[in-house]
């Protein structure tokens, strides 16, 4: 059996980390990064026929539907009238209410007389959060 002086390992170690180290690594280039290359969404993926299945097979997690536009008409349908929740810790009122094709959240807090501090409405034009859709 050799024995190695700890001084040998180390000076080897060394050695080949440097080596190592000093060598030129290689850029990666993504093509999908590059100027001029546009967005072009899910639905060249799965119209394309190249990816049908698993663009049909991931819209069905929760995951592949974890965003999507606030008005579209499932979404629209949870909201049939005012929806208030009132958030403690934030002190806080948030609604939620439809106006035709559209949802819009307004956010506001009451003083000790029950006035209105401030209030912020906008119009919700996506919604977030992960459920099971209906099957394509």
Same mark, same amino acid.
């Given at each position: 059996? @050799?024995?190695?002086?700890?001084?040998?390992?180390?000076? &080897?170690?060394?050695?080949?980390?440097?080596?190592?180290?000093?060598? $030129? *690594?290689?850029?990666? #280039?993504?093509?999908? /990064?590059?100027?001029? @290359?546009?967005? /072009?969404?899910?639905?060249?993926?799965?119209?394309?026929?190249?990816? +049908?299945?698993?663009?049909? !097979?991931?819209?069905?997690?929760?995951?592949? !539907?974890?965003?999507?536009?606030?008005?579209?008409?499932?979404?629209?349908?949870? @909201?049939?009238?005012?929806?208030?929740?009132?958030? #403690?810790? *934030?002190?806080?009122? &948030?609604? @939620?209410? $439809? +106006?035709?094709?559209?949802?819009?959240? /307004? *956010?506001? *807090?009451?003083?000790?007389?029950? !006035?209105?501090?401030?209030?912020? /409405?906008?119009?919700?034009?996506?919604?977030?959060?992960?459920?099971?859709?209906?099957?394509?």
């Amino acid at each position: 059996m @050799v024995k190695i002086s700890r001084l040998a390992l180390i000076a &080897f170690l060394l050695g080949g980390s440097l080596l190592a180290w000093g060598k $030129r *690594q290689k850029t990666i #280039k993504y093509r999908n /990064t590059a100027s001029g @290359v546009a967005y /072009t969404g899910s639905k060249s993926c799965a119209g394309s026929g190249c990816h +049908e299945e698993i663009c049909r !097979n991931y819209y069905r997690t929760p995951h592949g !539907n974890s965003m999507g536009p606030a008005n579209a008409p499932s979404e629209l349908a949870k @909201v049939p009238d005012r929806i208030k929740v009132y958030a #403690k810790k *934030q002190d806080r009122y &948030f609604e @939620v209410v $439809r +106006e035709g094709p559209d949802l819009y959240q /307004t *956010q506001y *807090q009451l003083d000790e007389s029950g !006035n209105k501090v401030f209030a912020s /409405t906008h119009k919700l034009e996506y919604r977030i959060g992960g459920h099971l859709a209906a099957p394509m």
